[in-house]
C-alpha cells in the first residue's frame, strides 16, 4: 500500500502562531489528498480536499498546498480552537490511507 | 444537514461476533459510496472497508478480509458492519464516513461527513 508519512507527530505552538504540518507519499498522488481535524472525543472533520481547496465553512486561516509526493496544511495565525490531531489522507490509489497524525498543543 | 448515527458496538470476547448500523439522513444516500472507519485507543485512523453506491464495488483493509462484511440498505439509508472472528486486535472506535463520490469500480475519494463512532470492545 501507498505510505503516508506526517511530520512533526508533535508540535507545541502558541495562540497566533503559523504553523505548518507536511505529508509525504511514497508515492505521487497527483492532487488526490486531504487533510482533517480530529478534536479528543469527536469525529473526523474535513478540512480540506484535492490538496488545496477549503471545505465549506473551514476558516479561511486554514490552507493546504502541494502535489505529487510532498503537501502542507498551514495554520496561519493558531487559535484556541486549533488544537488539535491532524491528519492527512491520500486518495489518489486504493486503498485511501491516512497518515499517522500530527497533534498540535498548547506551548 | 448531513447525519450519520452508528449503533451496535459493544463487549465481545475474541471470536465472537457484532454488527454495526449506520443511519443516514440529510443527503442522497444512494448517490454516494460509504465507509468504516477505525481508531484503535491512542492510535491513529485505519481505513477498514468501503462500498460503492450500488453495492457494485466492496472493498476490504486486509487485516479484516474474510472476516468482515460490509454492506447497504439503500431503502433503509443504511450501512452495516457485520464483524466476525473478533481479535483483541479489532478493538477500536468505528466511525461511518459518507464519500464525496459513488466510489464507482473502488473509485473512492475523500470522507466529507462522518458518524460519532462506536465503541467494539474485544477482550477475554
Same mark, same amino acid.
Given at each position: ?107 | ?40 485507543? *491512542? ?8 462500498? $460503492? %453506491?450500488?453495492? !457494485? ?5 486486509? #487485516? ?38 459513488? *466510489? ?8 466529507? $461527513? %462522518?458518524?460519532? !463512532? ?5 477482550? #477475554?
Amino acid at each position: 500500500d501507498l505510505q503516508m508519512t506526517q511530520s512533526p507527530s508533535t508540535l507545541s505552538a502558541s495562540v497566533g502562531d503559523r504553523v505548518t504540518i507536511t505529508c509525504r507519499a511514497s508515492q505521487s498522488i497527483r492532487s488526490w489528498l486531504a487533510w482533517y481535524q480530529q478534536k479528543p472525543g469527536k469525529a473526523p472533520k474535513l478540512l480540506i480536499y484535492q490538496a488545496s481547496a477549503l471545505q465549506s465553512g473551514v476558516p479561511s486561516r486554514f490552507s493546504g498546498g502541494g502535489s505529487g509526493t510532498e503537501f502542507t496544511l498551514t495554520i496561519s495565525s493558531l487559535q484556541p480552537d486549533d488544537f488539535a490531531t491532524y491528519y492527512c489522507q491520500q486518495y489518489n490509489t486504493y486503498p485511501g490511507t491516512f497518515g499517522q497524525g500530527t497533534k498540535v498543543e498548547i506551548k | 444537514e448531513v447525519q450519520l448515527v452508528a449503533s451496535g458496538g459493544g463487549f465481545v470476547q475474541p471470536g465472537g461476533s457484532l454488527r454495526l448500523s449506520c443511519t443516514a439522513s440529510g443527503f442522497t444516500f444512494d448517490d454516494y459510496a460509504m465507509h468504516w472507519v477505525r481508531q484503535a485507543p *491512542g492510535k491513529g485512523l485505519e481505513w477498514v472497508s468501503g462500498i $460503492s %453506491w450500488n453495492s !457494485g464495488s466492496i472493498d476490504y483493509a486486509d #487485516s479484516v478480509e474474510g472476516r468482515f462484511t460490509i454492506s447497504r440498505d439503500n431503502a433503509k439509508n443504511s450501512l452495516y458492519l457485520q464483524m466476525n472472528s473478533l481479535r483483541t486486535e479489532d478493538m477500536a472506535l468505528y466511525y461511518c464516513a459518507k464519500d464525496h463520490t459513488g *466510489g464507482t469500480d473502488s473509485d473512492y475519494g475523500y470522507f466529507d $461527513s %462522518w458518524g460519532q !463512532g462506536m465503541l467494539v470492545t474485544v477482550s #477475554s
